[in-house]
């Protein structure tokens, strides 16, 4: 290989190791529960530990060495994978099987179309909302279909703005498009997902995401949440009165650390409660006190807004954003899901 590709290779793989260094420094230790679910930050020093070694094997042109035939593997291989050492032809035929599904689904995700619209579901009623901070951003949400025909709920959020961060969530968004049909649970496509970005060269940061299967009859929600900001259910309690659960993550954010796992957690809707799903253009937004608007704003207006529907609880909660920022420009992406279901 060229040392220009080992050059590019170093960069990306620094600015990688540098943005998830300076997020563990820096970033609140609530914040860091967040993004890490159900695991430490040794995991994430760990998944630091593998970017290092992986940069100075660029750096001394290494990386990529077959440890076979000590030749280079293929440059568009390793661009999937910088773990990768071994070349094709030096693969075990289980290695080559799984190979050729992963350049099968390659293939159809460079087919897959990205417009999406929301669904219609008989007793339920869905609202969105997304804007970039920028010309382009990294939020993403969609709404695809399980293997068992079941609504898939999907947000994410790319750390990172401008135009890497919307290149890399489109590629998202194409891949889960094929994911999802083929899978049977949201711990499924994160597991696909993660195989697919962890060691992505072009994943600088890491990726927040939250996948819900829902069932239209039951009410019953299947969750997985990949370090992302908790939805909020708002739920009936009685007598006028309204209660908030946050569905807190179950796995830590795509490539954030190197052996992630995913769970899957269970709630239920009944009539007249929802689901509001986030990004952090909302939490984040800032005044110009330097104050943000904050989890608790902003479990304060959906219960004071419980009985609206998702359009009307979309449109009110941008505007009391817009109140409480006044005229500073928005600090990041922001997309608003809400799901409801219907009363009798």
Same mark, same amino acid.
């Given at each position: @290989?060229?040392?220009?590709?080992f050059?590019r290779?170093?960069n990306?793989?620094?600015?990688?190791?540098?943005?998830?260094?300076?997020?563990l420094?820096s970033?609140?230790?609530?914040?860091?529960?967040?993004?890490?679910? =159900? #695991?430490?930050?040794k995991a994430?020093q760990?998944?630091l530990?593998?970017?290092?070694g992986a940069?100075?094997k660029a750096?001394?042109?290494? &990386?990529?060495?077959?440890? $076979?035939?000590?030749?280079?593997?293929?440059?568009?291989?390793?661009?999937t994978?910088?773990?990768?050492?071994?070349?094709?032809?030096?693969l075990?035929?289980?290695?080559? +099987?799984?190979l050729?599904?992963? &350049?099968?689904?390659? #293939?159809?995700? #460079?087919?897959?179309?990205?417009?999406q +619209?929301?669904? =219609?579901?008989?007793?339920? *009623?869905?609202?969105?909302f997304?804007?970039?901070?920028?010309?382009?951003?990294?939020?993403?949400?969609?709404?695809?279909?399980?293997?068992?025909?079941?609504?898939?709920?999907?947000?994410?959020?790319? @750390?990172?703005?401008?135009?890497p961060?919307?290149?890399?969530?489109? +590629?998202?968004?194409?891949?889960?498009?094929?994911?999802?049909?083929?899978?049977? +649970?949201?711990?499924? !496509?994160?597991?696909r997902? %993660?195989? &697919?970005f962890?060691?992505?060269?072009?994943?600088?940061?890491?990726?927040s995401?939250v996948?819900?299967?829902?069932?239209?009859?039951?009410? $019953?929600?299947?969750?997985?949440?990949?370090?992302?900001?908790?939805?909020?259910?708002v739920?009936?309690?009685?007598?006028?009165?309204?209660?908030?659960?946050?569905?807190?993550?179950?796995?830590?954010?795509?490539?954030?650390?190197?052996?992630?796992?995913?769970s899957?957690?269970?709630?239920?809707?009944?009539?007249g409660?929802?689901v509001?799903?986030?990004?952090?253009?909302? !939490?984040?937004a800032? %005044?110009?006190?330097k104050?943000?608007?904050?989890?608790?704003?902003?479990?304060?207006? &959906?219960?004071?807004?419980a009985?609206?529907?998702?359009?009307?609880?979309?449109? *009110?909660?941008?505007?009391?954003?817009? #109140?409480? $920022?006044?005229?500073?420009?928005?600090?990041?992406?922001?997309?608003?899901?809400?799901?409801?279901?219907?009363?009798?």
């Open positions: @290989m060229e040392k220009q590709l050059d290779f170093a990306s793989l620094k600015e990688q190791h540098r943005n998830v260094l300076a997020w420094r970033a609140p230790q609530e914040k860091k529960a967040l993004r890490l679910g =159900s #695991q430490t930050e994430a760990e998944h530990k593998v970017l290092e940069i100075q750096e001394a042109e290494e &990386l990529g060495r077959c440890t $076979v035939c000590h030749d280079y593997v293929e440059p568009h291989w390793l661009e994978n910088y773990t990768n050492c071994v070349c094709l032809e030096h075990t035929g289980e290695e080559r +099987s799984r050729e599904a992963e &350049l099968e689904l390659s #293939q159809k995700v #460079q087919k897959a179309l990205l417009p +619209s929301l669904p =219609s579901l008989p007793g339920w *009623e869905l609202g969105a997304s804007q970039p901070a920028s010309i382009v951003g990294g939020d993403y949400f969609d709404f695809l279909r399980f293997r068992d025909g079941a609504p898939a709920l999907i947000i994410a959020d790319v @750390m990172g703005k401008g135009m961060a919307s290149m890399l969530m489109a +590629s998202l968004q194409a891949s889960l498009k094929i994911i999802v049909p083929e899978s049977d +649970s949201p711990g499924q !496509v994160l597991d997902a %993660n195989q &697919l962890h060691h992505n060269i072009h994943l600088t940061k890491f990726v995401i996948i819900a299967h829902v069932d239209t009859e039951t009410g $019953v929600i299947l969750y997985a949440n990949a370090g992302h900001n908790p939805p909020f259910v739920r009936k309690k009685g007598s006028g009165a309204h209660e908030i659960l946050p569905l807190r993550p179950t796995g830590a954010a795509i490539g954030l650390v190197e052996d992630a796992r995913f899957i957690e269970t709630i239920h809707l009944g009539r409660d929802m509001v799903f986030y990004t952090d253009g909302v !939490v984040e800032v %005044n110009s006190m104050e943000e608007y904050g989890e608790e704003r902003l479990r304060n207006f &959906l219960l004071s807004h009985e609206g529907s998702p359009a009307e609880t979309i449109r *009110e909660l941008r505007s009391d954003v817009k #109140q409480f $920022v006044v005229d500073q420009p928005p600090s990041d992406d922001t997309t608003i899901l809400v799901c409801k279901r219907s009363r009798p």
